[in-house]
């Protein structure tokens, strides 16, 4: 019944808002933003938009950021935001053609000093659509008295590409000036794009020193303690440590295209997002796709800084997977880090699919599901990776799912492609597969009684979250989506008539 969880999701992003802190942590406990997940994968835009702005909302606390993420339900936001246009979207349903209330929007605005991109993108897509909204109303004072002008002209002069643009839209339709822009392409910057970012971040008073150095935004991305002490005169030790953290911050939202011909900065974020600190360091070491193979522990320490031992074990460890994972062997691959791979038909399997993924985390199982429309025919290598991480291979069975694959000789249909990956047929491994093939034919296997079980809870009808049994795994768990891939366009993959030569739908 769409029209019930349209209020499912209105309410819950009502209670986000409205709750405080103390019904935020008990939204969490009934693990709220996994719930949320099916809600914000829904093709309903409506239903969609409430729920990205609860899960928004909730992971502006940072004191819940963690349990959120683990939802994975915040990777859905970026894509609404950037597929929509937030003056169309008011248009859309009487529900907020005629905008929120004063109260309402003073709560949100906190929202768009989030230290998460996510949270500032849908904060900021709101009020270019209240702006639009209040302007045609009349009442664009509102946004001075509830305090929203300053941070949306922090966020329209920040680097962050989406967020930026939406909060300029919005100043320039309640008639404020809009502040400097900053681009993302950090190595790049002048002096005065330098100057204004610290002016941005809180050390306007030593934003001369770095005119007077004549800082840019090369020299920046390179600045070490010391720079900071001896020459920009930040001489506060832990003055310095909030001006890193603020760089910090900067190098993982920067955009290295420039100079990055190699895609060092998505290998690194694809370790971990915090990895993205070291992409210009390895740049000006020379590093590239050749030389980044015969890397060692002493050429990170020295000719690229990193410092952190740690993470240069895993720069390390994952440099030595991605050449391994060239030439793996089926019996080489048994180390698996997934649970589950997720298989559906995005026109009529998305819900069933996102459901499934739900109650599989609550069981604590680790999930992938693609969550990304790419276009017919390009198929992300990732999800490749991931099929052949993954145990178990689910495949959501709606009506007409496999019809595409008839006659798909070169597998451009996803879900054709998917089931190849994962049933390769390896001649050297038949006989373990053979043997796996008799253990669950005959009930042998320890693990289809447990599966049974699950799915047995599954099939009652289950659809309240509740504290896995004593036959789950004990380990938290995580959310695995493919998001953005440098093989992949943007767009769906497939048009608003239903016409598509390949693709999920």
């Known amino acids: 019944d769409v029209e019930t969880l349209r209020h499912c999701a209105g309410a819950l992003a009502n209670l986000s808002l409205y709750g405080g802190a103390e019904n935020q942590e008990a939204m969490i406990k009934r693990k709220v933003p996994m719930w949320l997940f099916p809600l914000a994968f829904h093709n309903d835009d409506n239903i969609k938009y409430y729920a990205c702005l609860a899960i928004a909302v909730l992971v502006a606390n940072k004191e819940i950021e963690a349990a959120v993420l683990k939802s994975g339900t915040l990777d859905l936001v970026e894509p609404f935001v950037t ?76 680097p962050n590409a989406v967020a930026s643009k939406f909060a300029a839209q919005a100043l320039r339709l309640i008639g404020e000036e809009v502040p400097h822009k900053l681009s993302q392409q950090v190595p790049l910057w002048s002096s005065e794009d330098v100057r204004e970012w610290v002016k941005q971040i809180g050390f306007a008073e030593y934003a001369n020193n770095f005119i007077e150095s004549r800082v840019d935004g090369d020299l920046l991305l390179q600045l070490t303690e010391d720079n900071l002490k001896d020459d920009i005169g930040i001489n506060n030790g832990i003055r310095r440590r909030r001006f890193t953290r603020e760089l ?36 000006n070491a020379g590093v590239d796709k050749e030389s980044i ?25 994952s440099i030595r997977a991605k050449e391994n994972a060239l030439g793996v062997s089926m019996e080489e691959s048994l180390d698996k880090s997934l649970d589950v791979f997720v298989s559906y038909r995005r026109s009529n399997g998305s819900q069933l699919a996102s459901l499934l993924k739900v109650h599989l ?71 373990a597969c053979v043997d796996k093939l008799e253990r669950f034919m005959r009930g042998e296997a320890n693990i289809r009684q447990d599966m049974l079980g699950r799915v047995g809870g599954l099939a009652k009808g289950d659809a309240t979250p509740g504290t896995p049994s004593g036959n789950t795994l004990g380990r938290q768990p995580p959310s695995y989506q493919r998001m953005h891939s440098n093989e992949s366009g943007k767009g769906s993959d497939k048009d608003v008539n239903g016409n598509s030569g390949g693709g999920r739908d």
């Open 248 to 283: 910090q911050n900067l190098k993982k939202m920067a955009d290295y295209s420039s100079r990055d011909t190699a895609n060092i900065n998505t290998f690194l974020q694809g370790i971990g997002p915090e990895f993205s600190i070291y992409t210009y360091s390895m740049l």
């Open 293 to 317: 193979r015969g890397l060692s522990e002493d050429q990170l320490i020295k000719e690229c800084s990193i410092t952190n031992s740690i993470h240069r074990l895993r720069i390390l460890d």
């Open 361 to 431: 985390q609550l069981r604590t199982f680790t999930v992938f599901i693609d969550v990304e429309r790419l276009e017919a025919g390009k198929f992300d290598n990732n999800l490749l990776q991931s099929i052949r991480q993954a145990k178990h291979f689910l495949l959501v069975l709606t009506p007409n799912a496999l019809e595409r694959c008839i006659g798909d000789v070169e597998c451009k249909d996803w879900v054709h492609r998917e089931i190849v990956a994962a049933l390769q047929w390896i001649h050297d491994y038949q006989d």
């Open 83 to 158: 597929s929509h246009n937030p003056f169309e979207f008011a248009k859309s349903n009487l529900a907020h053609a005629h905008g929120q209330s004063k109260n309402w929007l003073q709560r949100l605005v906190p929202v768009l000093s989030s230290k998460r991109e996510e949270a500032r993108n849908l904060a900021a897509f709101h009020f270019c659509m209240e702006a639009g909204i209040k302007k045609q109303q009349g009442k664009t004072e509102i946004f001075g008295e509830i305090g929203a002008i300053e941070p949306l002209k922090n966020v329209a002069s920040c």
